[in-house]
């Protein structure tokens, strides 16, 4: 071969390449192309919280950055904080009627739609977080709250638990089951009717106008979750004298509520997704709780002198009764919660027993000196 057919070969070889080249690049950037244009879906979320709320109202709003995230933004979740554009105890509806997809609160809220809709937030006496899980994964729970939600057009999910919560704030000294009598407290769900059983008044207000209440005598005493959310909330200026246990709350869940149409109309990936980052966002709250918890109540206690004190045994022995009798009318008037409070009851008895010879004989031990 001469040089000139040399030299042209490798012309013609070099001109082949870079079209190659060209070309390769060309599809490089219209797969690109198309990878940017992917559909984004867009939600709003309603929530029962404040703006900012430790807690649940930043576990709303990191859910839905996680989702967007996990989604790689093909699913957008604009969160929108108690009043902002449906009032607190209004997120059932808003969701059902799908004005929002999405919803994020407490199911004890809906009790006058769902009276059986307790037994998905927190039973007084009941279930601790971890028990909680274990009869929404394990004990069937999960299956009787999607069916007691399922006319309502919506999907629950567990999504958070702020763990035992503290007894409250009180205005006054409580030293025997008669200083009761008469107080007008702030505390929602079966906790509320619990103690009316036992001489106090409820009352049911949403978290934003706790703290006015109190103060301005609206109310005796209220309960609200525990020291790291009630630090935030400054109760400890309406109030000083701190009660714990919170028998009413043992294990606080959080729900996330979704749209049946809106849910079922995401691609399985998306649905997949979802269902993932909400039992992330559940095990990260009640794991945000129990790290904070204990730093707020020393600053409570030391800075801003809190009385710290336990509830007397025989109101605590009043309470147990009363909230047996409460449970037991409530499932003898609504098939619904009679069928969900035999699972509770079946499920709890065997899971007591266990951790009497496990947590609380460990918590006991750990405690010896």
């Not at 047996?324 to 008895?349: C, H, I, M, R, W």
């Amino acid at each position: 071969m001469n040089k000139r057919a040399t030299w042209g070969k490798w012309v013609l070889v070099g001109m082949t390449t870079a079209l190659l080249v060209a070309c390769g690049g060309s599809e490089e950037k219209e797969v690109a192309k198309v990878e940017q244009k992917v559909d984004t879906i867009h939600w709003k979320m309603v929530t029962t919280w404040p703006k900012n709320a430790p807690g649940m109202g930043t576990g709303a709003e990191v859910l839905a950055q996680n989702i967007k995230e996990m989604s790689n933004g093909r699913l957008d979740i604009k969160v929108y904080a108690a009043g902002e554009l449906v009032p607190a105890l209004e997120v059932f509806d808003a969701v059902s009627r799908g004005t929002a997809q999405m919803g994020h609160g407490t199911a004890y809220y809906w009790k006058g739609k769902i009276p059986a809709a307790q037994f998905f937030s927190t039973v007084p006496f009941g279930f601790n977080a971890q028990e909680f899980n274990a009869w929404i994964g394990e004990g069937g729970g999960l299956a009787l709250w999607e069916e007691i939600y399922a006319p309502f057009n919506l999907i629950p999910m567990v999504a958070g638990n702020a763990g035992v919560q503290m007894g409250g704030w009180f205005n006054k000294e409580i030293n025997s089951l008669a200083d009761f009598q008469g107080l007008k407290i702030r505390m929602p769900g079966l906790g509320g009717e619990v103690l009316e059983k036992v001489g106090a008044s409820s009352i049911n207000l949403p978290a934003s106008e706790v703290f006015t209440a109190l103060q301005t005598g609206t109310i005796d005493a209220t309960e609200w979750v525990g020291p790291y959310n009630d630090l935030a909330f400054g109760l400890y200026k309406a109030a000083k004298y701190y009660y714990y246990p919170g028998w009413h709350e043992p294990g606080s869940a959080v729900e996330a509520i979704f749209n049946q149409e809106a849910f079922n109309a995401l691609p399985n990936d998306l649905r997949a997704i979802v269902r993932s980052a909400v039992q992330q966002a559940n095990l990260a709250m009640l794991n945000e709780f129990t790290a904070r918890n204990n730093a707020a109540l020393q600053t409570l206690v030391n800075e801003h002198n809190v009385i710290l004190k336990p509830f007397p045994e025989d109101l605590l022995i009043a309470l147990k009764k009363a909230s047996s009798e409460t449970l037991e009318a409530l499932a003898a008037n609504d098939p619904q919660s009679q069928k969900v409070y035999e699972s509770f009851k079946n499920f709890l008895g065997p899971v007591s027993e266990w951790h009497d010879v496990s947590e609380r004989a460990y918590i006991n031990a750990r405690a010896l000196e």
